[in-house]
């Protein structure tokens, strides 16, 4: 079964600290992709990365990076020197190619930063 | 940039009476998804549609109809409103192909009293 499991459901740090959001996914598909969107408190998701099943390199875009371990079927986020304006909620999510490519979402984690 | 708009970010509307929520995008996008989001149930897909006048139940359809009239308009319609369908609806929207993120609206929040 697709599943995507999100273990942390509230995070809060101070600003500055790194924090590290874990996604854990499951599929029976060989290829596959998987997506990090933000959803800051105006409701609206915003699409952060997507990750295909062919490519385990890591990415990083300015404070923001992925670790995607096929090995461990986990796709974590880090964000570095973490800022008030990142808190938000945080789902992570897999393609599902039946049902027109829907994704199958995690639960979602609460991040909140403080100043 | 892609956008997706929700006709109402807000509504407030009484049990039994019928409820339109319109989703527009401008980017000619063929595939487009109603998703309700819940506390402690992520986000769940309603309806999608792959094409105009083309439609697929999700996996909670149960109370909802939708209509794709044009490629650019996807509606969702709760036929008759119950206190259970108060929540959050999130229409999304993208490309037939690859690169398969979907692009989402900013979401109406709807409450049935």
């Known amino acids: 079964a697709q599943k995507v499991t999100q273990a942390q459901t509230e995070i809060s740090v101070v600003e500055k600290e790194d924090v590290t959001l874990d996604c854990v996914y499951e599929t029976r598909d060989t290829t596959y992709y998987l997506f990090w969107y933000k959803q800051p408190p105006s409701g609206e998701l915003v699409f952060l990365i997507r990750?295909?099943?062919?490519?385990?390199q890591n990415e990083i875009s300015g404070r923001y990076s992925w670790n995607f371990q096929k090995s461990t079927s986990s796709f974590n986020f880090t964000i570095t020197a973490s800022q008030v304006v990142d808190s938000a909620v945080y789902f992570c999510a897999l393609i599902y190619y039946n049902q027109g490519g829907k994704l199958i979402f995690g639960q979602g984690t609460e991040l909140s930063v403080k100043p | 940039d892609v956008k997706v708009t929700q006709s109402s970010r807000y509504l407030v509307k009484r049990t039994g009476e019928k409820v339109f929520l319109e989703c527009v995008q401008d980017?000619?996008?063929?595939?487009m998804f109603w998703y309700r989001q819940d506390p402690g149930l992520g986000l769940r897909l309603i309806y999608f549609?792959?094409?105009?006048?083309?439609?697929e139940k999700g996996d909670i359809p149960e109370g909802y109809s939708v209509s794709r009239e044009k490629k650019e308009r996807f509606s969702l319609i709760l036929e008759s409103a119950s206190t259970n369908q108060t929540s959050m609806y999130l229409c999304?929207?993208?490309?037939?192909?690859?690169?398969?993120?979907?692009?989402f609206g900013p979401g109406t929040r709807l409450t049935v009293t």
């Open positions: 549609s792959y094409d105009v006048k083309m439609k």
């Open positions: 999304a929207s993208r490309t037939a192909g690859g690169p398969y993120e979907q692009y």
């Open positions: 990750r295909n099943s062919f490519d385990e």
């Open positions: 980017m000619d996008h063929e595939n």
